[in-house]
């Protein structure tokens, strides 16, 4: 006799019902919150696919992205390349840790190293810990080399920064959903506001214990907040006075999402160190990463930093194919280019629907009124009409899709938006 199974009581064939189950949205959402944590609040899209700047549902509903991952996917879901290398080098070896040599590893600094214009490449895996080694980095030069007393050094941060979840960034945090009751807190990190310079000059001039200032180019999860022109090039003086280092967190705004290789490339400035995630990996696997120069990088000497995952030879066969796809793609130049249609299309839609237009590149944000919707509710309006995004701080809708993308499918994107919002009262 055949057993009772959910199948026959279903009256369905096994293979059936395996694909029922596997089509079922609502029910892979539930599951998902019956046993899942909580994290981010998803919307509710079950994504199953993604090649390109398309992503499908399990139904088989397609999607324009532009969210891209939150400025990971910068070369577009599944790049052809990505799968071929990851693959590749999934088969041959995928992780030794440092605790040997591997031929990507070296590969990868010295392709990073000649691009960009430093000495040393430090890999780890993803943003947060490459924001916590630049500033184990900058600690130990501040005692090493600037000859801050013990326990003294202080790190700067602007407000409303984001770099992560971690004990340390929640530290630097002046978000309290972020922070609160989560302390103690990292001791001597302050906060300046973003883009003022003299809010800087005071804090360093008062304080000889500060080791480093370290801020976003243009501030991403704050909502795609751009300086002042001569914002970046202020901070590279001021830190060069005051023998303070600067850390630019380049995690979201790197890797030609503004529309140039890096952001602080806008006003051809260099700081100290460099911090690199998201796209470097183009999503495929977690890679981050430090760049800086031998004097900086040599205060972590052997044994003082390190990690199981951060440079394995599966990460750095990725991370260097990546950024070999930024730069045979000139996907700077098209984010360039296609930031300026986004521009021209958003920046004069009515004040009644969005207050603001902000972004560099493709990396935008739109403010939209909340008198007129919130962001939640339009990004749900979105997701029916077949384009994803999600807000950054509940009204500031996100355009950053992946850098692939071309001029008739942002235009396609764009039309979805604005019918959305033209049609949503
Ligand atoms: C500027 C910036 N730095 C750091 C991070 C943290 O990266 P991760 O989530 O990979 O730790 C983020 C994440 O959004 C970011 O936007």
Excluded at 61 to 84: E, I, M, W
Excluded at 190 to 198: A, E, F, S
Excluded at 306 to 331: C, K, M, Y
Aim: hydrophobic share 35%; charged share 25%; aromatic share 8%.
């Amino acid at each position: 006799m055949q057993p009772i199974t959910r199948s026959r009581i279903l009256g369905l064939t096994q293979k059936e019902l395996r694909l029922k189950r596997s089509l079922n949205s609502q029910a892979l959402i539930k599951r998902d919150e019956k046993y899942g944590s909580r994290h981010f609040k998803p919307l509710p899209v079950v994504l199953a696919k993604g090649e390109g700047v398309h992503l499908w549902d399990v139904e088989g509903k397609r999607y324009l992205d532009f969210l891209a991952g939150f400025s990971t996917v910068n070369q577009g879901h599944c790049h052809p390349r990505l799968v071929k290398v990851t693959r590749e080098q999934a088969g041959k070896l995928a992780h030794t840790s440092r605790a040997f040599y591997s031929e990507p590893h070296g590969a990868l600094a010295e392709y990073l190293t000649k691009l960009f214009g430093w000495e040393k490449f430090l890999p780890m895996n993803t943003g947060v810990e490459a924001g916590d080694t630049a500033i184990k980095v900058a600690r130990r030069w501040g005692y090493r080399v600037k000859k801050i007393p013990s326990e003294k050094a202080t790190v700067v941060f602007a407000k409303n920064n984001f770099w992560g979840r971690s004990i340390a960034a929640l530290s630097a945090s002046t978000d309290p959903n972020c922070y609160t009751d989560f302390g103690p807190y990292v001791p001597r990190f302050d906060k300046v506001p973003y883009n003022d310079l003299n809010a800087l000059e005071q804090k360093f001039k008062q304080d000889p214990t500060v080791c480093a200032f370290m801020v976003e180019p243009i501030q991403g999860e704050a909502g795609v907040v751009v300086p002042s022109d001569g914002y970046l090039e202020g901070v590279r003086n001021l830190c060069t006075k005051y023998n303070v280092l600067w850390i630019a967190d380049e995690v979201q705004t790197g890797l030609c999402r503004t529309g140039k290789r890096l952001a602080v490339d806008h006003e051809n400035q260099r700081p100290d160190i460099l911090i690199l995630g998201k796209a470097l990996s183009g999503g495929m696997y977690p890679v981050s990463g430090i760049l800086a120069d031998e004097q900086i990088m040599s205060c972590l000497e052997t044994g003082s930093h390190g990690s199981t995952f951060g440079g394995s030879p599966l990460g750095n066969r990725i991370a260097l194919e990546a950024v070999q796809i930024l730069e045979d793609e000139n996907l700077a130049e098209n984010a360039c280019k296609l930031g300026e249609i986004v521009r021209k299309r958003l920046e004069n839609i009515s004040k009644d629907i969005a207050s603001e237009f902000r972004g560099r590149g493709l990396l935008c944000g739109l403010v939209i009124n909340k008198d007129f919707a919130e962001g939640w509710d339009i990004c749900l309006k979105l997701k029916e009409a077949g384009l994803l995004t999600r807000p950054a701080h509940g009204q500031i809708l996100r355009i950053s899709p992946p850098l692939t993308i071309t001029k008739e499918q942002l235009e396609e994107g764009l039309h979805i938006l604005t019918t959305v919002l033209d049609n949503y009262k």
